[in-house]
């Protein structure tokens, strides 16, 4: 009787965690990119206000038309296009940004993705390392407190 009680309570588990929103699914996806957040301490942001206006502005000037005024991507971001490129991914934690580097990242914009299959044009003759780096700010504040936990353990955290 035991082990069928036990039986009911695990399925009724598993059904209930079917139902995520888009937070959940984040965290799901941080957990499976190698860090259990129940270890761990959710990370405290603590992004200079300036920093973050700035790169607000300037991802509204120059990202904003590619990826989206809420950092949300292009529709079907993960399919090629017809001329075999990939568009806009999302900046906002529901695609694979947060699993690279703040050096990765800036090389990225800095250098563009032509060479990686996108689109996305270099901007190292428009946008200089600080407005790179407060744009990644205001990208980085789009994310869950759990994406950001676990890129922060990732790529910053002492071990």
Same mark, same amino acid.
Request: net charge neutral; charged share 20%.
């Given at each position: +009787? ?6 009911? =309570? ?8 079917? #139902?995520?929103?888009? =937070? ?12 259990? !957040? ?12 300036? %920093? ?5 502005? !300037?991802?509204? %000037?120059? #990202?904003?038309? #590619? ?29 694979? &940004?947060?699993?690279?580097? &703040? ?9 563009? &993705?032509?060479? +990686?299959?996108?689109? +996305? ?14 744009? =990644?700010?205001?990208? %980085? ?19």
């Amino acid at each position: +009787m035991k082990n069928h009680i036990k039986g009911i =309570l695990v399925l009724s588990l598993l059904l209930l965690s079917g #139902c995520s929103d888009d =937070l959940n699914e984040q965290a799901a996806s941080a957990n499976e990119y190698g860090n259990s !957040l129940e270890k761990k301490q959710i990370v405290k942001r603590q992004f200079d206000p300036i %920093q973050y206006s700035n790169g607000q502005k !300037l991802y509204a %000037q120059n #990202c904003a038309v #590619c990826h989206g005024k809420h950092a949300e991507g292009a529709d079907n971001w993960q399919r090629r296009t017809e001329d075999g490129k990939f568009p806009p991914p999302p900046l906002n934690g529901t695609a694979h &940004t947060w699993h690279h580097s &703040t050096e990765v990242l800036t090389d990225v914009i800095k250098n563009g &993705t032509g060479n +990686m299959g996108g689109n +996305m044009p270099a901007w190292k003759n428009k946008l200089n390392d600080k407005d790179i780096a407060n744009i =990644l700010v205001f990208i %980085q504040a789009q994310w869950s407190d759990e994406i950001y936990t676990v890129w922060y353990n990732n790529f910053h955290a002492t071990n």
